[in-house]
């Protein structure tokens, strides 16, 4: 009797343990829009990454392939995508996009380790978009083979990252993307 | 008759026993401005049994080929979120109106407040894993649905407030 419940009380406490050690190691996606107009709100929502995984990996094919299609409908292929993204690698630090026109600034540059995209538009209705990739991601989410993004390669490699992912401010919008502890 | 008796006794026993072991659901309904309360207290395996008696149509709903698509992936999902810990996963605030889903233990909570009512809604992660198993071929099998709810006791599955009534659903 006493053995069994040294037992339970010890696997209690293992789980009570692993709980908090689970939080702080683990990677959460978290994704917060608000919206600061007239009916301001705030959506939070916040996901384990390894979920994000596990549905991934069982998505059917016309989801993960929706990218694809719309790449497709541009004429561009991913074999296209994985040309250009050696030939960026190669080049090392540089701004590889810049687009200036009278009310909007593209820029896509490789700083360091990271990829990291800038649309800035002004004018009546301004928009800031702030997205950065890790490099590890991009190589991952193009690893796979044929017309399609291996986007489970690349959830993995965003689980070794923290920090912001996508930022985006348009007029009264916020958006902001992130991957952090639980608590984050 | 000492044999008799003994028989209807032993079946007796058994009817009390198995009422007694077997999970019961309790809707409860409080309309204020009438002043009743209702109470109805039924055991969950007659939930089965009536479906049973409703004849295949009423064992089975259609459903709409995207719900096929995706509901093989909630199992894997559940089982997934079923080993983090307690957490928020989504919130949604905006005048009048917030919005929470929680993971507490192995259930979800879902809490809707906006200003004329309050609604939480219990999911326990059983159920949704019995909605992933009781998919296929087309159609969902509510006799296995309904038998995840004789697993689960002592939770609050339904709480509605309102300002003119009170509805509540448990699980004993």
């Known amino acids: ?184 | 008759m000492r044999v008799f008796l003994g028989i209807v006794g032993v079946f007796l026993g058994l009817v009390i026993v198995t009422v007694l072991s077997t999970s019961w659901l309790v809707v409860y309904v409080h309309q204020k401005e009438e002043g009743w309360r209702l109470m109805v207290p039924a055991p969950v395996f007659l939930a089965d049994i009536a479906l049973r008696i409703g004849g295949a149509q009423a064992q089975q709903v259609d459903l709409p080929p995207e719900a096929l698509e995706f509901l093989p992936m909630l199992r894997p999902i559940v089982d997934e979120l079923a080993k983090a810990p307690d957490f928020e996963m989504v919130h949604v605030e905006e005048p009048g109106l917030s919005v929470s889903i929680r993971k507490v233990g192995q259930s979800f909570d879902v809490s809707v407040i906006d200003e004329d009512q309050t609604v939480h809604v219990t999911v326990p992660m059983a159920a949704l894993q019995a909605a992933a198993r009781a998919a296929g071929d087309g159609y969902l099998r509510i006799g296995e649905l309904a038998g995840a709810f004789d697993g689960v006791s002592h939770t609050r599955l339904v709480d509605v407030r309102q300002p003119d009534q009170d509805v509540s659903v448990w699980v004993w």
């Open chain 1, 1 to 184: 009797m006493t053995g069994r419940f040294l037992c339970t009380a010890a696997l209690a406490a293992c789980l009570s343990l692993g709980a908090p050690l689970w939080a702080q190691t683990a990677s959460w996606l978290h994704v917060q829009v608000t919206d600061g107009g007239e009916k301001a709100s705030t959506v939070n929502v916040n996901l384990p990454l390894s979920v994000a995984k596990v549905a991934l990996g069982m998505a059917p094919k016309q989801f993960t392939d929706k990218a694809v299609e719309k790449l497709n409908e541009h004429d561009v292929s991913i074999a296209d995508i994985r040309k250009l993204w050696a030939e960026i690698k190669n080049a090392g630090n540089a701004e590889f996009v810049t687009v200036q026109e009278a009310d909007e600034t593209v820029r896509v540059a490789r700083e360091g380790d990271w990829v990291r995209i800038r649309v800035d538009k002004t004018g009546e209705k301004s928009e800031h978009v702030k997205v950065d990739i890790p490099i590890g991601v991009v190589d991952a989410l193009l690893s796979g083979d044929g017309e399609s993004f291996n986007l489970l390669a690349a959830i993995n490699e965003l689980e070794g990252n923290t920090g912001d992912i996508v930022n985006v401010e348009d007029g009264d919008e916020t958006v902001r993307v992130w991957i952090g502890s639980q608590g984050d």
